[in-house]
């Protein structure tokens, strides 16, 4: 069975600093990309960041220079770090491994 678990989201004052984890269990991490999605309310789901199983990284323009999405194949388990946050980064955070699986999602809310 397929398990994601993601933590790390809070409340940050803008310009404040999070870290987003997702573990993942019963699927063979190392081989598939994984990405990092975002959702506000009245939005659609977007890309925020996505790291191939080789390594290359690709970024949503809004976070360029502000994100940074790694990975730890050892632990099965990607990151999310988000540096400068600004209010308009506020929404639920999901991780994705593959085409198919979600992370149950952890709300990020950047205020003052």
């Known amino acids: 069975q397929v398990q994601l678990v993601e933590s790390g989201g809070g409340l940050v004052q803008p310009g404040g600093s999070l870290r987003l984890s997702c573990e993942a269990s019963?699927?063979?991490?190392?081989?598939?990309?994984v990405g990092w999605y975002r959702q506000a309310p009245g939005n659609q789901r977007e890309l925020v960041a996505r790291i191939q199983n080789y390594g290359t990284t690709n970024y949503a323009d809004s976070v360029k220079g502000r994100f940074t999405i790694s990975r730890d194949n050892a632990v099965n388990t990607v990151y999310l770090q988000m540096n400068s946050l600004k209010p308009e980064d506020t929404a639920v955070y999901y991780c994705?491994?593959?085409?198919?699986?979600w992370g149950q999602g952890t709300q990020v809310t950047v205020s003052s």
């Open positions: 994705r491994v593959g085409n198919d699986y």
């Open positions: 019963g699927i063979f991490f190392r081989l598939l990309a």
